[in-house]
């Protein structure tokens, strides 16, 4: 006689399994989700090939100071200057992409002045330098 400790399992408590992959599945959704930061832009791809000489870098840094004033790489311009050269730029280089750099204390309407010259030139690859956040630990 077989007494009662002795019971056959015909099937297996998949749950806690199934509770264990979904703590994982959450852990990883939030991981990858916290290690992208900054703005998607769409960035320029790079052959194997050697890149032909071009006459301007290829990527034009703006920079807008805290007091407002605006530089085009490492050159003090206008917002009128601005424009006419990133004109000439995309004329010559029609994919042309640029990186806004503004500083913390910068004013935003300088930022936004910067950026509605982009849009009026037709540039539209434009990143925005961002900083990574301290560690809190």
Not at 8 to 29: E, G, H, K, S
Not at 116 to 137: C, E, H, K, M, Y
């Amino acid at each position: 006689m077989a007494s009662a400790d002795e019971k056959n399992y015909d099937d297996i408590n998949v749950t806690p399994m199934v509770d264990l992959y979904l703590v994982l599945l959450l852990i990883f959704i939030i991981m990858t989700t916290a290690s992208v930061q900054g703005v998607k832009v769409n960035l320029p791809s790079a052959s194997k090939a050697a890149a032909p000489k071009l006459d301007a870098p290829k990527t034009q840094a703006i920079t807008i100071e805290p007091d407002g004033k605006v530089r085009l790489n490492t050159l003090p311009v206008t917002l009128a200057e601005l424009e006419s050269k990133l004109a000439q730029i995309k004329a010559a280089m029609p994919a042309v992409p640029v990186v806004v750099r503004g500083d913390r204390q910068s004013q935003y309407q300088g930022i936004m002045d910067v950026l509605d010259v982009l849009g009026r030139v037709g540039i539209n690859q434009i990143g925005l330098a961002t900083q990574p956040a301290p560690n809190s630990n």
